[in-house]
């Protein structure tokens, strides 16, 4: 543990040092996000966080090839080599939409590319985790784990709206995620916690806090199209990499942890973003738009327009995916007669709040 903790404090420190530098070379380019209509914010903020970001992504990647406790990940280099070479093309591609702005069919291309090549290097769909029906067919094993690498790049940057909230949520559903997948390694080899998913997570989770602070409310630099499609690359990576473990070890699964965890965890990390995502499509194909077209119609819009303030609908959208993700991971370890209702009456609660200012302007007769 304390070697994946090292690494997520160096990812951190890398991420806040760097940032500032990012954000003095942004605005001499210029590289900002300006006044739209549906936007929050109400001056020009520059962008290219996420390469802060990727930076702390990456020089703990490359402290923790030197780290003998996690030899086991880089025994076999490709899946490694493969993130490497996705995150590349996350850079070069997210770099080039925050400068021009790309039309979205190039944007999705650059994301199906980078997903390609997690894929074409080993981490990939090798069996439906419902039921472990096996993925026998190397093109569906492909074309699963890029569509499943793609949605989740969108759905992160679909949620980014508000200052703070990716990566805030990022960090909630990483931790968790993080938690399980170290816990779950442990129980597996009681010899080698070495894990590529496990490792994946606390980068990321180091990352995304280390640029937190610059990117509160009021923010002063924004992830941009790096920093989302990065969460996004490395979150749904480790989802996939952590089924692939538990389908290898049949008797595992069902002796250890809930058969259906796998598939739960990562939705649940995942649930506001991926919940954002579904709303957008089918409201903007309801009204004859394009999918990737922009509007004011996200969770975060909703709760703004409806009288929470910035700081306030951000604090919500967190507790939702706090009580949903840490929910989740609780029941592999507590009995789910007692989870259960505590999260029905948590969820309750925030569904109350999350109402609130429609209650009362209801119960004052306004419209």
């Not at 280099?77 to 493969?82: E, S």
């Not at 499943?148 to 709206?161: E, H, P, S, Y």
Request: with cysteine; glycine share 10%.
């Amino acid at each position: 543990m304390r070697a994946y903790l090292l690494l997520l404090v160096l990812s951190a420190l890398v991420s806040f040092a760097l940032t500032p530098a990012v954000r003095v070379l942004a605005l001499r380019g210029r590289v900002y996000t300006p006044r739209r209509q549906r936007d929050v914010h109400r001056q020009p903020v520059p962008k290219l966080g996420g390469v802060a970001m990727l930076a702390g992504v990456l020089a703990a990647l490359g402290v923790g090839a030197m780290v003998p406790f996690l030899g086991g990940i880089f025994t076999d280099p490709v899946p490694v080599r493969g993130v490497l070479l996705a995150l590349a093309v996350v850079l070069v591609m997210g770099v080039a939409d925050d400068l021009w702005d790309l039309h979205w069919s190039l944007k999705l291309s650059g994301q199906v590319a980078a997903a390609g090549l997690v894929a074409l290097h080993g981490v990939r769909v090798e069996a439906m985790p419902v039921g472990w029906i096996p993925v026998g067919s190397e093109p569906l094993q492909l074309g699963l784990t890029v569509f499943i690498l793609v949605l989740t790049m969108n759905a992160i940057n679909f949620v980014d709206g508000l200052d703070g909230l990716a990566a805030g949520v990022a960090v909630i559903g990483g931790s968790a995620f993080f938690i399980y997948s170290y816990l779950l390694t442990r129980t597996i080899n009681q010899f080698d916690y070495s894990n590529l998913a496990t490792l994946l997570m606390a980068v990321l989770v180091g990352s995304c806090l280390g640029f937190l602070p610059h990117n509160l409310n009021p923010a002063r630099i924004f992830m941009g199209e790096v920093g989302a499609m990065v969460i996004g690359l490395l979150m749904a990576t480790a989802a996939i990499a952590v089924t692939a473990d538990l389908g290898a070890l049949a008797g595992f699964r069902f002796r250890n942890v809930p058969a259906y965890m796998p598939v739960l965890l990562p939705i649940a990390v995942m649930a506001l973003p991926l919940a954002d995502l579904a709303l957008a499509v089918v409201r903007r194909t309801a009204r004859g738009a394009s999918p990737f077209s922009a509007d004011r119609g996200h969770l975060h819009h909703k709760l703004v327009d409806g009288g929470y303030t910035h700081r306030q609908a951000v604090l919500l959208l967190y507790l939702w995916t706090f009580l949903i993700a840490y929910g989740v991971v609780s029941l592999n370890f507590l009995d789910w007669r007692l989870v259960l209702p505590v999260m029905a009456a948590l969820l309750l609660g925030a569904g109350y709040l999350t109402l609130h200012p429609w209650v009362h302007r209801s119960r004052r007769g306004s419209p």
